[in-house]
């Protein structure tokens, strides 16, 4: 199992960004799949969920209205687009397959 994440950065805070994770070595068609984050000193957590036909698409507070999920499993990829970055939502983004399979993680950086 492989979890490749990207489209990290630093953003202005008001900016967008798009994160893409490529998986392979599994059947992605056949798992829900999530992205975390972790900011400095603080837990990590979960940030989206998207179950494996799209169907239903869950997110944290904080950032719903904010963040999209999506995916595409001809590609084996899972999308976060992120609009409207706020500084606290600077953390590394992790793509994830359960709990038991995660990427290495990308850095999102909001400053100004």
């Known amino acids: 199992v492989q979890l490749v994440e990207s489209g990290g950065g630093l953003v202005q805070p008001g900016g967008s960004l798009r994160l893409s994770c490529t998986a392979s070595?599994?059947?992605?068609?056949?798992?829900?799949m999530s992205w975390y984050r972790q900011a400095p000193g603080k837990e990590r957590e979960l940030v989206a969920t998207i179950t494996s036909t799209s169907g239903t698409r869950d997110y944290a507070d904080s950032v719903k209205g904010r963040f999209t999920i999506s995916r595409d499993n001809a590609k084996n990829t899972v999308y976060l687009q992120m609009n409207s970055l706020k500084p606290e939502d600077t953390a590394v983004y992790y793509c994830a397959r359960g709990t038991t399979a995660w990427g290495q993680g990308t850095q999102v950086t909001v400053s100004s």
């Open positions: 070595g599994f059947t992605f068609s056949s798992y829900v």
